[in-house]
């Protein structure tokens, strides 16, 4: 389903993205702005992803034995890895 939507774009906005247009990225204005949203989307979901990791991180060293720094490291790069390999949006 779609929905028409009528916005406000900086003039240079929307020279970018009828440049963007005009150079066969992308079919058109909407196309543009519809990756563009997705792409905020994946962002998001990602930050809130990290959050929440480093939120159980946090909470279970609260409750948890003491975690020396070279393990508590070890751990967080680990939860960061896991982070980086979830699928991202891919460009049109």
């Known amino acids: 389903m779609t929905a028409k939507t009528s ?3 900086t003039d240079a906005q929307e020279a970018y993205a009828r440049d963007l247009v005009a150079r066969g990225r992308y079919p058109s204005l909407s196309a543009v702005l519809q990756h563009g949203l997705e792409l905020l989307r994946a962002e998001r979901e ?10 159980a991180l946090l ?11 070279k393990d508590g490291r070890k751990r967080a790069e680990r939860m ?3 982070t980086k390999t979830r699928p991202r949006v891919t460009r049109r």
């Open 80 to 82: 960061i890895a896991a």
């Open 46 to 55: 990602a930050d809130e992803a990290e959050t929440a990791a480093l939120r």
């Open 7 to 9: 916005i406000s774009l």
């Open 59 to 69: 909470e279970d060293r609260r409750r948890g034995p003491f975690v020396g720094v």
